[in-house]
Each structure stands twice: as C-alpha cells, then as structure tokens.
C-alpha cells in the first residue's frame, strides 16, 4: 500500500463533520491506500478512532499530514497544517479562498494539488462530487423542522374531538437544492407549501414536490444555474407580489445564494413587520448575510411579531449523514484521481481541471488569483 | 348579558397558553356571556387584548374575578385569586390538587363550583372536553420534530448522486394519544416506526398510523383506558423483549403516564448505555419524573452515546394551537353547564359529575378528599 491518505480533524467552530467514515474506510482500501486519521477526527459526528477499522491515529495534525500523499478534510486547514503538508500532496476539503486568501501562498509554496470542492462543475458527470449539492439538501430537510420547532402552532391539518385545525402555510424562497428539500419536507409534515424562485424553469420542480409555485413575472436566470442580480425596477415588481405571500404564511425558509457575493436580500423589514403573530422564518442564507432585513447569522432575533432563525452551517448539525455524504463526494474524487494505486491528475478531465484551485505552484482560478493580485501592490 | 366570565393571564414559568383565543369570543357571546380579560392573558399565545373583540381587560387578576361567574384559566389559580371569586362561581381549569393541595380549602370556603379538566371522564360523549387529550396530541406531534431536530441524521429514506441514506428507526414507548401521534409525525417524515405499549389493544391503532407492533407477551391493561403496574416479573420479561429494540432504534420517544403517580420507568441507564451514537430519546413524561432512568425533568442529558430531551408543559410550545384546542374544551364544558344565559349545573349528569372537584362547600373527588384527610389531624 503505497498510497496514504490524512484526515484532519476539524477545527472550526460549529464543525462537527468529518471527511471521512468507518464505513467508507474499506474503499479506500481498494483504492490501494492507507488511511492516518487525527485522533478523534470523527468524535463530534458520533465515530470513534476504533470504528476506523485498519486506520492508523496521530494526534499532531502537523504529523498526520507530514507524509501524505492526500489530505481529506470538510474545512481548509490552517496554513501551518498546509505549510506541513508533503510537496506536492494533494488537499481535498472546502476551500473558499475568498475568506482565506492567507492558504493560498502556502498551497503554491508546496505545490499542493488543493481541489476546493466549492468549485465542483455543475454537469452531470460531476454531480458524485458536489459537496455543496450535498451538503445543501440536508440543510434543506433541516429547515423546516427547525421552523417547526418553533411554531407556536402545528403544520398538519387535524381534526381532533372539538374540531379541525387548518393547516399551516410554508413559503420556501430560492428554489435550489436546499430550497426544494425543504419544499418536500414541509409538505411530508402536511403543510400548504408554496415555492418562489428567481429562475422560471424551477416551477415544475417546486410542484413536483407538492406545492404551488408563486410566479412574480421576472426572469432572473443566470448563469450556471445559478440566479443572476435583479435590476432595482425587477426588484420592485418582486417584491410588491411576494408581500402578500410572505405575510399569509406561517413559516418562511430563505435559501437564496449567489456564488462569492453576500446574499440577495428577498424580505424587508416592512415585510416581516407585517407577519402573522408568531410566524418563523429561517434564513438557510445566514452564512453569507442572510436573505432578510433583520437576520443575525447565527443569532435568533425578533422583528415585529416574527422570529428570524439564521443558523450558521446547517449540514454539520447533521453530522452523522453530512460526514458521510461528504465522503461519498470525496470517494468519487478519489476515483478520478487515483489510477491503480497512486495519483494521477489529469488535468484534460473538466471536472479535474475545474476543481483544482492550485496546482504545481499556481494558482488555477482566476476568481482566486485575482485575490493575490489585489493583496501584492 | 347577565353571565360574567374572566380569564386570567397564566402564571406559571414555561406556560404560554391561554385560556380563550380571540377566534371563540363570538361563541361566548351567544351563550349570553360577557368576558373580561386580564391584560396581556394572550400575549404569550400570540394573541393582543385588542384581537378579542367585546373584551373588556382588567390590570388586576383579584379584581378580574371578583364579579365573574365564571374563572376560565389553564393551570390553577392561586390562593388568593380564588379567596377574591365571587362565592358559587365557577372555576374551570387545571387543578391536580395532589400538587395544589392549598387550593382546597380557599376553593371549598368560598363554595367554588371548580371543573378539575384532567379528571374529565374518558366517555365517548366527554371527549369535547377532554382537554388532557387535545393538549397530548399536540405534545405527541411536537416530540418527534423536536428529536429530528437533536439526531445528527435524518429521518426518511433519501436518495442522493452518490448514494442513498438509510431511514431512521423510531420508537415509541406508550400508545395513548400523544404517542399515536407521535408514530404518525414520525410516520409522514418518513422514518421506520415502531409502537409498545403494555395495552395488547394498541397494536391495530399502532398499525393504522403506519407502525409495527412490538409484541412483548405482556398484558398489562389497567382501568380508565389507562395501563396498570406491572409485575416485577412481567416488567423484566418486557425489559428483555424491549432491549433490542430500544437499541436498534434512533430516536425513541417515551410517553408512559399513570395518573396521580410516578411515570412508570420505561428504559433503564444500561439500555440507555447500550444504544447508538447519537441517538435521542424524547421524554415526554418528564413532568411526572420521567419514563427513563437519566432523565433530568426540563434538562437535557447524555447517557452513554445518546441525548435524552426532557421537555417540560410541550403543548405550551404550541401555544396558540394548544390554547385554541384547550378553549375549545372549555366551550364545550360551557355548553353543557350553561342555559339560557346562566348557570345551570346538573349533578346528574355524568360528566358534570365526573369533572366537578368542589362544589357547594365540599370536596366531591375521593382521591382529592383523602389529602385533605391527611394533612388535616
């Protein structure tokens, strides 16, 4: 076994994921690698160092990643884990260079081979390595059960001894993954569910899970699946149809992101201030700012007689099934990397090319270089 | 309008309810009523004094009953509060005088008509005031969305690019009304459900929410629909049947009550150490001292690799359903003690009867008596 794969235990905080799981562990083995794990890298989404038959455990991550051909990790490593890292290793893990433009030195310094599955292509053949598709359906079925939570009522209609109560009405903003997950969720729970998307094309699928779709009248296709930023007039328009939806429902879910910018604003503060008494909404976007007047990622506020939820990285508290998605997305990785024991990067393979974010002392993405370039007068 | 009735704002830390909601004034009206609202009595449930409309509201909880016929109120009332009712109103609210013993006496010397709704008879023709039933369906419902949302995986099947996740088990300890709820909410999300109850009866109503029986050879029904002690020797059969399935589960939601006692102790600390990680269990007989040895009533714990939830007064989470249904019970208590705009108590009937705690002076419930026979030399 000449192939030896580190994973780090995270350190960020609200991180409970880990990049690997116990019962992926005999994968890599056919892959013909070996795994060193940071002692009690799995702890926090429930996996023991024992669980990781066959892996061996270092406590020093610095250690850990000393002599690795590849580095599996949720989160970007410090610097100093990267400036510890064998030259030319190669990292898998969410990068983000747009928050830590600070590793990107040191990944070209080591010649790292840093693959920033942020960065996965959104084409078919990639989909087994789209941690953020991933990661973003189960914040989607999160959503709205957190939102239930905190209902001062039920979502079900149900007919009791004295009488039948309606049931609640869920709006779901944004309708990507984690929009339409949350969308399938609402509905499963019995509620009145109503999806709103920029993107016309998503109005078959928000019916496909059982709920209406509200039609603004706008186009806001952009690219890559992604939507584009509305003009203030296209703006205007949107948002004088969604107040009425808004403010009939019980519970709001905002999942709206744009690729590396802070979030779209979809609600003002007029229009949760004209909620329903008790009503809940909760804000999938809080990491990037959040799509509401209002929101404090990662606090609970109130605005009128609404509750904001902003929950900070949703996925990790579903440790358990995100770690293990996340490995599976990492597992397909490893398989267009590693050819009959050792690696093997083609840099011809789109999905290869479009991931890797350093590579060979250079940085590959020009999102990213141009971060350099604005630091290095 | 001849008939006067108040009600109080709750008292009691965690109780958001309310004994009335605005939607049913115009119900109270027709019986030729009046009502007086203490400020704020709603607030909590989501409801302002202005949505109940006719109301007057009164600061002063002793002056909102001095003139009232009837006292409308979710948890008892203090001492002094009834000492201030006009003498042969009535009171119609929580008592459970084993935990209000002091409430008696005020209640007897000012000739209060009190209806105790926990002691409402358990007959067809009683169940439109059965408000400890309408209040446990709500709890019944919220348990599983609440552990959902502790479990670090989640619930349904799901298919996903790289593979599918498996459906979580959950079981549900207690076949009464909130735990047939809770195997239908658990049911719609899409886990795999298990039912037990000592009460053979509960198979079929197991089966009719989408559930598997789990048949322990035990019969252990008891009076009033309720279940009775079991034998040491029964329980340690049970325990034994029950083990492997408590364990194989991923969330387990308890809901034993026998009432006017202890909750009977469902799981004990070593089941408890022996199921998965990150496993929940969801204890909904902690305001009786709970179902599982390591529940720390309105605390959460962790014993072994699982996380028991221990919520305290759960219909209260849903204040504004769990008020709207509660004073649905109330109304139908009223139907049936109101004539022609004014009280009209027949002893005679059997669920007048059943529920009437003092009337006339005297202590009409034998198991209320017997603790004014105790501490009284």
């Known amino acids: 076994m000449s192939l030896k794969i580190a994973v780090l235990k995270e350190v960020g905080s609200n991180e409970r994921r880990v990049a690997m ?4 562990v005999k994968r890599l083995t056919k892959l013909g690698a070996s795994l060193a794990l940071q002692t009690g890298a799995g702890v926090a989404a429930g996996f023991a160092d024992a669980d990781y038959v066959g892996a ?13 051909d590849i580095v599996l990790a949720v989160q970007a490593p410090s610097a100093a884990v990267i400036a510890a890292m064998k030259p030319g290793a190669v990292l898998a893990s969410f990068v983000y260079p747009q928050k830590h433009a600070d590793l990107l030195e040191p990944l070209c310094e080591r010649h790292i081979s840093a693959f920033a599955l942020e960065t996965v292509p959104r084409i078919s053949r990639a989909q087994a390595l789209d941690a953020l598709s991933s990661q973003a359906t189960l914040a989607g079925y ?5 939102g239930a939570v905190h209902l001062p009522r039920i979502l079900p ?7 039948s109560l309606r049931a609640a009405r869920v709006l779901v903003m944004g309708l990507g993954v984690a929009g339409l997950q949350a969308l399938a969720t609402a509905h499963r729970l019995g509620a009145i569910t109503e999806g709103y998307d920029v993107r016309p ?12 779709f509200v039609d603004t009248g706008v186009d806001g296709r952009g690219e890559g699946g992604y939507a584009r930023e509305l003009t203030a007039e296209e703006q205007a328009r949107t948002q004088d149809a969604l107040t009425l939806h808004i403010q009939q429902a019980d519970l709001v879910i905002t999942t709206a992101n744009v690729p590396g ?5 979809l609600i003002s503060r007029v229009q949760i201030e004209g909620m329903k008494p008790g009503s809940v909404i909760v804000d999938l976007a809080a990491e990037s700012g959040g799509n ?33 998605l996340y490995a599976k997305n990492l597992l397909s990785l490893l398989d267009l990397i590693v050819k009959d024991g050792a690696l093997s990067l083609d840099l011809g393979d789109e999905v290869v090319a479009g991931t890797l974010l350093t590579h060979a002392g250079e940085i590959r993405q020009p999102a990213a270089r141009r971060l350099v370039e604005n630091v290095t007068p």
Chains 1, 2 share one sequence.
Do not use: F, W
């Open 157 to 163: 209609m149900m007919t009791t001894a004295v009488g």
């Open 261 to 265: 910018r802070t979030a779209p604003r």
């Open 292 to 324: 509401c007047e209002g929101t404090v990622p990662g606090e609970t506020t109130t605005v009128g007689r609404a509750t904001i939820l902003a929950p900070l990285n949703v996925p990790s508290l579903l440790a358990q099934h995100a770690s293990e």
């Open 201 to 212: 094309e998503t109005k078959e699928q928000a019916q496909s899970v059982g709920a209406k």
């Open 21 to 24: 799981v116990p019962v992926l």
């Open 142 to 146: 999160y959503a709205p059960l957190l």
């Open 56 to 68: 061996t455990t270092v406590d020093d991550p610095l250690r850990v990643v000393a002599d690795a």
